[in-house]
């Protein structure tokens, strides 16, 4: 029977001549690099296959080639919708950012009964009343919060431990309700809380308004202990009651835990992940520590270097995806949001991960004392005495002041990673984003060395560790494409 | 290795700027900063001098392996430069065309 179709070779360009399209490279191991297109496409290949790309005689007959025209790494004759597509693709990555301030922190007070060997900021006892937010600064907080033009709005209520000032935390979400039946906004609640005075009427409270409960459960009782002492108590078995109190009260997806990494941690990330399991989570988000605060003060941020929390990280994961093979189902938060930007035209909330820097356009945080900062670590530097980052104040600024200040429009600016060093000629670049909060911390400028930057090292070995996964096992590639949300 | 001078703690390579581009060598050097400080000098008309001082445990390691990986980049960079020259035109389309109905760019 004749064929219907012609033979393959057909169907090949009768002019063998392409045209590169924009994409960067960098070497992915010994043996392999990776090319990464405009919009986060990538593909991997052989040093002599890109100097064939790069120089035009890669012959059109070839797999690599077809693979890189479908992925828009070159154009020829028989096409002429790569520029469109991509064009298309890199608005929507930046789609984000006219729907600024999505997420706004009020820190209802500073005061804590907890003494974390990590806290980022700085406590204070549970009788300072000096450290509490007022209602005249709560109202003003509203007030900006619904100058957003974001149509969805998130407020978070942060601390010390917000729930020792409850009847704030009540006052803001009601009259930020009241706000919203002329203002029609998509409106979330979430307090970030130890759970210590988790109580009846609180909960009532949170299951009447939809409010979601954040904690931190930082892995077993003694690592918890360690890191997260409470004074006389049992800070873990509080934190394992409130967790089920909560769930009992609320629901269990109305509560989320998260996890930070101290050089206690560093050996036992699997005794983590299991401790997560064993307390009914399906996600967890291994997270570094940062350089802010009295992480600093108290040279807990000096305990493990970058590489020491990489081998904790690639140890978790290999890990996580063992479980799932043997058909657990659990989540690395991390590795999905830089998922999310490897396999998807979206871009991500995550502040660390946005070029421009998140800082403001993600999330604001109005301290206690009514100050504004563009993100949280941005307030803990503050509270260590630096305020660099400070926006202006509540009761004396007006929203415009603050969001044009040269507070936030500096390092904004500075940190726009396609006009940075390393960064602009960086294959991750789409990947990645920019952290000034670290990168003044650490070197003492928004932008910072990136050959001596640990946000940069860090980030490009996860990067390379999910693509070497991504390719050399299909059955982890399958798990991981799952854990793409958008 | 060859090509490689070395007197005291410091090694210097020649390079060759009809071969290898001035941005493509200073770009290189940026990178290996955690490594090395890298003085460039030049050596005759065509020819630049790298001087490597090594830093840290660099200092105590295997000084020709930094400087191989250093020629390796060299070579990555000099690569980026030619998709550099061809692309940027079209890259500059795509961000026009990607933004041209925000407020991200002002109207004439």
Known sequence: MASVFEEAVA????????????????????ARYVAVNEVGEWQTLARAELDMLVHKTLPPENPLYLSLKSKHFLEDQDSDVAIDLLTLKRRTKQARIPQF???????????????????????????????????????????????????AIKIEFQGGEPLLNFDLIKYIVLEAKKRNKTENRKLAFVIATNLSVLSDEILDFCRTHKVMLSTSLDGPEDLHNANRPNVGNNSYQITIDGINKARGALGVDQLSALMTTTSLSLPRVTDIIDEYLRQGFRGIFLRNLSPYGFAIKTKVFDGYSSDEWLNFYRTGLDYILELNKQGLRLTEFFTGLVLGKMLTPYGTGFVNLQSPAGLGISAVIFNYNGEVYPSDEARMKAEMGDKVF????????????????????????????????????????????????????????????????????????????????MEDDPEARAILESWVRW | MNGISRAGDEHCLVLNTSIYGLDAIKKTAYRFADKASVILQPASENAVSVTFNFVGKHAATNPEQVIGDFCNELLDQDLREIIKRETTPVRNIILAHAFSRTSLVEQE
């Open chain 1, 11 to 30: 169907y090949l360009p009768k002019d063998s001549s392409y045209k590169l399209l924009p994409f960067r490279f960098i070497r992915l191991d010994p």
């Open chain 1, 390 to 469: 400070c926006m202006g104040n509540l009761l004396t600024n007006t929203y415009e002041e603050m969001m044009l200040s040269t507070a936030l429009l500096d390092p904004l600016s500075d940190s726009i990673s396609e006009t940075v060093p390393m960064c602009e000629e960086c294959a991750f670049l789409p990947y990645c984003g920019a952290d000034p909060d670290y990168h003044y911390a650490t070197q003492g400028d928004f932008v910072g060395h990136k050959a001596l930057s640990g946000f940069c090292r860090k980030n490009m070995e996860v990067f390379r560790y999910i693509i070497k996964k």
């Open chain 1, 101 to 151: 301030t999505g997420l706004h922190m009020f820190v209802v007070t500073l005061r804590c009964n907890h003494s974390c060997r990590y806290c980022q900021v700085s406590r204070q006892s549970e009788d300072r009343s000096a450290f509490d937010m007022t209602i005249p600064m709560a109202d003003k907080g509203l007030d900006f919060t619904f100058q957003s033009p974001s149509r």
